[in-house]
């Protein structure tokens, strides 16, 4: 189950994060860039539950 919500999660943080990155604020952008970089890691840590499963 947490290997689902980690890759849930991961994908709505890269979804906002894409979209911040749009902004003509250069401090939202900055924003943008570490939020989809959260999500890219919050995907890999599911990535990694599925391959080893949900006990770490």
Known sequence: MGELVDKIKGNANEAAGKIKQQSNNPETRAEGQAQEAKG????????VKGALGDDI
């Open 40 to 47: 890219k890691g919050q995907q890999l840590k599911g990535k």
